[in-house]
């Protein structure tokens, strides 16, 4: 901390010359100062085990974000990160009698040295295949960060949603009841901006007609930023150049609620000395780091044992989605529209919809336990520190527990806290199934994970010419469903990367393979594809669904084939739906005889395992 940090705690002015936007004011002195009852650390526990990420926010390629366990770190540690790698301004913080205690985000790293502001001690970090939950002290109180992105196959209109949860709860664990305040702000980089004079900024509550199910109507508050200058269907750094984001909470519970926009210093700073918010919507405001805009809620719940906030959040987009096919080239509605309506009727379903969709995760959460619980019933017992115990999803470890040694199968590794990885084999660095965790653990591990990530890479769309809700053959319409081929080159509907992907939809619901192989085939089948062979994609990045009517698409006949022609025929064998294989015979014979002639002798041509070209690959043909 420099000199002129520590000199702000005692003089206001000091601060306030630095830094012109903050708030000249004495610092908050009505606190109360709680000893460490523990050993601060850095590092929580992980159950059932440590990723090399956490998803937070994960619902399509545009809301997806992550938290970072590369370098021991935590979610108080290192900012939210969007999955192409570049931080989001995500903060949270809970005011525990007077002391702030920083959950989530880094802007302790930002202010003056303050006595009564504070990092919470990271405590555990359990996740399943809906929920990440984070588990801090702070103080007298345990808060708990619980991000929940929805995996609920089954429900076509509620996957559709763009947006995801995070609820913030403290408990009192000394028994005694504490003033509770929490704050929350997010940034413009969510739509790649960090300039108000570049966006578009809107302060939105509704009325209270939420249509939720089951649940009691709310109706949220929001903040809702645009780019000033949008450009349709664009990207920047993979964040979309269209559309909206959504950051929205509710005053219900609160004894007050406040909201700020400004510069980020100015916001910050406010309400660690204030402890509220000044209502205002904001003016504009230049720059990054420090002086970039924030949008911010405060709520004050009063003196109380437990108290909880609930945020929704998320990237959303109308069109969605730019087609080609038999009658041109369309841009394509989200189907959460055909759903629920616009935009604001959406986040208000959303919100008010959280009990019941939390019911429906949980219902998806046990089956996917009871699942792999049948499949390894018998087999050996999961291994925790070399003492067999039953299976519980409940191992937990951190980088201190095992450094180095030699597994219960007797291969050797090494711990390495600085790599997203965790553990690696000795010499040549690469990653290794955690040692002492079983393998059904670490198989329910990463289905539970890989669950919200493959969901997370579709969106849903209204085919192009479908009629109206008014339209008595409306609920017969059913969705297109597009995939962003993340962490490589945004490929639409990649065939080789459904095709790895398809036995998550054939367990969970296989209609959703019917969904994403409909516009591969359509596209073929309309004519705007000249080769004999299945495409590779049916577009050259997302959300250009618009083919290769060259036929110069990335080359990798003979796999794309077969994946096809399995991928539709598994689909039929789970669902029975005749109807629909046969609509497309013509195309899967094609694909056939293709196999037929070049099989045997594939020549030089890609293969997704490796990622790479070969000539004469036997693997390739056995593949088949």
């Given at each position: 901390?420099?000199?002129?940090?520590?000199?702000?705690?005692?003089?206001?002015?000091?601060?306030?010359?630095?830094?012109?936007?903050?708030?000249?004011?004495?610092?908050?002195?009505?606190?109360?100062?709680?000893?460490?009852?523990?050993?601060?650390?850095?590092?929580?526990?992980?159950?059932?085990?440590?990723?090399?990420?956490?998803?937070?926010?994960?619902?399509?390629?545009?809301?997806?974000?992550?938290?970072?366990?590369?370098?021991?770190?935590?979610?108080?540690?290192?900012?939210?990160?969007?999955?192409?790698?570049?931080?989001?301004?995500?903060?949270?913080?809970?005011?525990?009698?007077?002391n702030s205690f920083e959950y989530m985000g880094t802007i302790i790293n930002d202010l003056p040295e303050?006595?009564?502001?504070?990092?919470?001690?990271?405590?555990?970090?359990?996740?399943?295949?809906?929920?990440?939950?984070?588990?801090?002290?702070?103080?007298?109180?345990?808060?708990?960060?619980?991000?929940?992105?929805?995996?609920?196959?089954?429900?076509?209109?509620?996957?559709?949603?763009?947006?995801?949860?995070?609820?913030?709860?403290?408990?009192?664990?000394?028994?005694?009841?504490?003033?509770?305040?929490?704050?929350?702000?997010?940034?413009?980089?969510?739509?790649?901006?960090?300039?108000?004079?570049?966006?578009?900024?809107?302060?939105?509550?509704?009325?209270?007609?939420?249509?939720?199910?089951?649940?009691?109507?709310?109706?949220?508050?929001?903040?809702?930023?645009?780019?000033?200058?949008?450009?349709?269907?664009?990207?920047?750094?993979?964040?979309?150049?269209?559309?909206?984001?959504?950051?929205s909470t509710s005053s219900v519970g609160a004894q007050t609620f406040s909201y700020q926009s400004g510069?980020?210093?100015?916001?910050?700073?406010?309400?660690?000395?204030?402890?509220?918010?000044?209502?205002d919507q904001g003016s504009a405001t230049r720059g990054f780091g420090n002086q970039e805009p924030v949008?911010?809620?405060?709520?004050?719940?009063?003196?109380?044992?437990?108290?909880?906030?609930?945020?929704?959040?998320?990237?959303?987009?109308?069109?969605?989605?730019?087609?080609?096919?038999?009658?041109?080239?369309?841009?394509?509605?989200?189907?959460?529209?055909?759903?629920?309506?616009?935009?604001?009727?959406?986040?208000?379903?959303?919100?008010?919809?959280?009990?019941?969709?939390?019911?429906?995760?949980?219902?998806?959460?046990?089956?996917?336990?009871?699942?792999?619980?049948?499949?390894?019933?018998?087999?050996?017992?999961?291994?925790?520190?070399?003492?067999?115990?039953?299976?519980?999803?409940?191992?937990?470890?951190?980088?201190?527990?095992?450094?180095?040694?030699?597994?219960?199968?007797?291969?050797?590794?090494?711990?390495?806290?600085?790599?997203?990885?965790?553990?690696?084999?000795?010499?040549?660095?690469?990653?290794?199934?955690?040692?002492?965790?079983?393998?059904?653990?670490?198989?329910?591990?990463?289905?539970?994970?890989?669950?919200?990530?493959?969901?997370?890479?579709?969106?849903?769309?209204?085919?192009?010419?479908?009629?109206?809700?008014?339209?008595?053959?409306?609920?017969?319409?059913?969705?297109?469903?597009?995939?962003?081929?993340?962490?490589?080159?945004?490929?639409?509907?990649?065939?080789?990367?459904?095709?790895?992907?398809?036995?998550?939809?054939?367990?969970?619901?296989?209609?959703?393979?019917?969904?994403?192989?409909?516009?591969?085939?359509?596209?073929?089948?309309?004519?705007?594809?000249?080769?004999?062979?299945?495409?590779?994609?049916?577009?050259?990045?997302?959300?250009?669904?618009?083919?290769?009517?060259?036929?110069?698409?990335?080359?990798?006949?003979?796999?794309?084939?077969?994946?096809?022609?399995?991928?539709?025929?598994?689909?039929?064998?789970?669902?029975?739906?005749?109807?629909?294989?046969?609509?497309?015979?013509?195309?899967?014979?094609?694909?056939?005889?293709?196999?037929?002639?070049?099989?045997?002798?594939?020549?030089?041509?890609?293969?997704?395992?490796?990622?790479?070209?070969?000539?004469?690959?036997?693997?390739?043909?056995?593949?088949?």
């Amino acid at each position: 901390m420099s000199f002129l940090g520590r000199l702000a705690v005692g003089a206001s002015w000091v601060f306030a010359t630095i830094f012109p936007l903050a708030v000249a004011q004495a610092p908050f002195t009505n606190f109360t100062v709680y000893p460490e009852n523990i050993e601060a650390s850095t590092v929580p526990k992980y159950y059932p085990l440590r990723p090399p990420a956490i998803p937070l926010a994960v619902r399509t390629p545009y809301t997806s974000t992550w938290s970072s366990t590369a370098g021991q770190g935590a979610l108080n540690s290192q900012n939210p990160i969007f999955w192409f790698g570049q931080g989001l301004g995500w903060e949270g913080i809970v005011v525990v009698d007077g002391n702030s205690f920083e959950y989530m985000g880094t802007i302790i790293n930002d202010l003056p040295e303050l006595s009564y502001f504070n990092s919470s001690v990271p405590l555990e970090v359990r996740f399943d295949s809906q929920f990440s939950n984070f588990t801090f002290l702070a103080g007298p109180v345990i808060i708990t960060a619980s991000f929940f992105s929805p995996v609920t196959p089954n429900d076509i209109c509620r996957s559709s949603i763009p947006l995801s949860y995070l609820t913030t709860t403290v408990q009192s664990i000394d028994g005694k009841p504490h003033h509770i305040q929490f704050y929350s702000d997010v940034n413009a980089q969510w739509i790649g901006l960090g300039n108000e004079y570049d966006i578009i900024r809107e302060f939105h509550t509704g009325p209270v007609n939420g249509n939720g199910t089951s649940n009691s109507t709310d109706s949220p508050t929001s903040w809702i930023l645009r780019p000033k200058y949008p450009s349709l269907f664009a990207e920047a750094s993979q964040i979309p150049r269209w559309g909206n984001f959504s950051y929205s909470t509710s005053s219900v519970g609160a004894q007050t609620f406040s909201y700020q926009s400004g510069a980020a210093t100015s916001v910050r700073f406010g309400f660690a000395n204030n402890r509220v918010l000044n209502n205002d919507q904001g003016s504009a405001t230049r720059g990054f780091g420090n002086q970039e805009p924030v949008y911010a809620f405060a709520h004050d719940m009063g003196t109380t044992l437990e108290a909880s906030v609930r945020y929704t959040i998320g990237s959303i987009q109308s069109p969605s989605v730019r087609y080609l096919h038999k009658g041109g080239l369309s841009n394509l509605a989200p189907w959460w529209e055909k759903c629920y309506g616009g935009m604001h009727d959406m986040i208000r379903f959303h919100w008010n919809d959280f009990d019941t969709v939390a019911q429906l995760g949980n219902e998806f959460e046990a089956q996917l336990r009871n699942d792999v619980n049948a499949f390894f019933q018998g087999s050996e017992p999961p291994v925790y520190n070399r003492t067999a115990k039953a299976f519980s999803n409940n191992s937990a470890y951190t980088s201190f527990d095992v450094l180095n040694g030699t597994d219960q199968y007797g291969h050797q590794y090494e711990f390495d806290p600085s790599s997203a990885y965790g553990f690696i084999e000795p010499g040549n660095g690469t990653g290794i199934a955690v040692p002492f965790v079983s393998e059904a653990e670490s198989y329910y591990a990463i289905v539970a994970l890989s669950a919200r990530q493959v969901m997370g890479a579709y969106v849903f769309a209204v085919p192009p010419n479908a009629p109206d809700n008014s339209d008595p053959d409306a609920d017969k319409v059913e969705p297109l469903m597009f995939q962003k081929e993340i962490s490589s080159n945004g490929n639409m509907n990649t065939v080789d990367v459904l095709y790895p992907a398809s036995p998550f939809f054939l367990w969970a619901n296989p209609t959703l393979l019917k969904y994403i192989l409909q516009p591969l085939y359509e596209l073929q089948e309309g004519g705007f594809y000249p080769n004999t062979y299945s495409t590779h994609d049916i577009g050259a990045h997302f959300p250009l669904a618009t083919g290769h009517v060259d036929g110069a698409d990335e080359y990798m006949p003979v796999e794309n084939s077969g994946n096809s022609i399995l991928m539709s025929y598994a689909y039929y064998k789970f669902t029975g739906d005749e109807a629909w294989l046969t609509s497309h015979y013509v195309i899967l014979k094609q694909f056939a005889q293709y196999l037929i002639d070049y099989s045997l002798v594939p020549c030089y041509q890609g293969h997704r395992r490796p990622a790479s070209h070969v000539r004469h690959r036997p693997g390739l043909r056995r593949s088949r």
